[in-house]
């Protein structure tokens, strides 16, 4: 079936770094991927969505500054946090859209911590 | 704009017990995508179940079903004989033109399921 690599699982860094987040469809190309945000215990908050070969779709409040999302390939979207700081500690998550039939399949997610 | 609610932060069931997860929502569009995700501790994100606003018969798959009401704009969840993996956060969530269509998610807060022997 459908799968979606995201990597890396885990990321511990210091305040300042910036940090690269691949979210990769295997087997199937991808034109559209969404990046997503979850705070422990809450909801996933749709970030930005990502067009292959265009600029990303930025959510309302999300710094495009901030989290830069390119879309080079019909397979890789990447979304990169820029200096991050402690209160971009979260977990990212993406999504991308297999075919018209199927619903979305997430990749595995990434936690970021940033000390 | 739309709109999720799940009103349960969490839920108790013994195991082989059916629970109900409750989910409403709010839309104006005519043409939308109801899912239910499953997120266990791990954090990846679990396809359950999908319903079409248009489709006439409640969407079924294995032990999880969909009690569709949509003149109440409600889509529960029903999982049958629960079992202990099933101990997670459900997600509700809402697509503008159903399954097929090229948008986002909208999810809503939550349901924590405790499965207990």
């Known amino acids: 079936g459908a799968v979606v690599s995201q990597h890396p699982s885990w990321v511990i860094c210091k305040s300042g770094t910036s940090v690269k987040i691949e979210c990769r469809s295997l087997?199937?190309?991808?034109?559209?991927m969404f990046w997503y945000r979850q705070f422990p215990k809450q909801s996933l908050m749709l970030m930005a969505t990502?067009?292959?070969?265009?600029?990303?779709?930025?959510e309302q409040g999300v710094e495009k500054d901030k989290f830069l999302i390119n879309h080079a390939s019909l397979t890789l979207s990447t979304l990169t946090v820029t200096s991050a700081h402690p209160e971009d500690s979260s977990f990212y998550i993406c999504?991308?859209?297999?075919?018209?039939?199927?619903?979305?399949?997430f990749g595995d997610g990434t936690r970021l911590s940033i000390l | 704009a739309q709109k999720i609610t799940q009103t349960q932060p969490g839920m108790f069931v013994q195991e082989k017990e059916a629970v109900t997860l409750d989910c409403t929502y709010d839309?104006?569009?005519?043409?939308?995508?109801l899912f239910w995700y499953k997120q266990p501790s791990s954090g990846e994100m679990i396809f359950l179940i999908y319903?079409?606003?248009?489709?006439?018969q409640n969407a079924t798959e294995g032990r999880y079903s969909l009690n569709f009401q949509k003149a109440r704009k409600s889509a529960n969840l029903v999982i049958s004989a629960s079992q202990l993996g099933d101990s997670a956060m459900f997600f509700c969530?809402?697509?503008?033109?159903?399954?097929?269509?090229?948008?986002?998610?909208?999810f809503g807060k939550g349901t924590t399921l405790s499965v207990s022997s």
């Open positions: 999504s991308a859209i297999y075919r018209v039939s199927q619903p979305q399949h």
């Open positions: 087997d199937f190309q991808a034109t559209t």
């Open positions: 990502s067009n292959e070969g265009s600029k990303a779709t930025y």
């Open positions: 839309t104006s569009d005519q043409s939308y995508g």
């Open positions: 319903q079409g606003s248009y489709d006439e």
């Open positions: 969530a809402m697509s503008s033109g159903g399954k097929q269509a090229g948008t986002a998610l909208i």
